[in-house]
Nanobody, 120 residues
Framework: QVQVAESGGGLVEVGGSMILSCAASERTFTMGWFRQAPGKEREFVAA????????DYADFVKGRFTISKSYALKTVYLQMNSLKPEDTAAYYC????????????????WGQGTQVTVSS
């Protein structure tokens, strides 16, 4: 089972930027970022394939977030720009599989996540 470790969260002002990292124990499946705000369900944010240039984004982050990876380091990144208060959430990464028009965890345990707080 793929193990992941997220890092890079913290407090940032509205309009600011932040980059999150996700270290994976192995390269398998496409990798995705999710987020969960208090009282809300976890939602898909972005996905990237280990090979090739495939990426996918939720509509609410298109143009603001960029997902990328380092194949050699087995690490996936999420560059977040123009942050909004509604981006405040715990962010998680996981290997993903396609689920209708979105993506879901491929069945691995969730990591501890990393908290992003956007202050207004």
């Amino acid at each position: 089972q793929v193990q992941v470790a997220e890092s890079g969260g913290g407090l940032v002002e509205v309009g600011g930027s932040m980059i999150l990292s996700c270290a994976a124990s192995e390269r398998t499946f496409t990798m995705g970022w999710f987020r969960q705000a208090p009282g809300k369900e976890r939602e898909f944010v972005a996905a990237v394939a280990w090979s090739g240039g495939f990426t996918d984004y939720a509509d609410f982050v298109k143009g603001r977030f960029t997902i990328s990876k380092s194949y050699a380091l087995k690490t996936v990144y999420l560059q977040m720009n123009s942050l909004k208060p509604e981006d405040t959430a715990a962010y998680y990464c996981a290997p993903v599989i396609r689920d209708r028009e979105s993506w879901r965890n491929a069945g691995t345990n969730w990591g501890q996540g990393t908290q992003v707080t956007v202050s207004s």
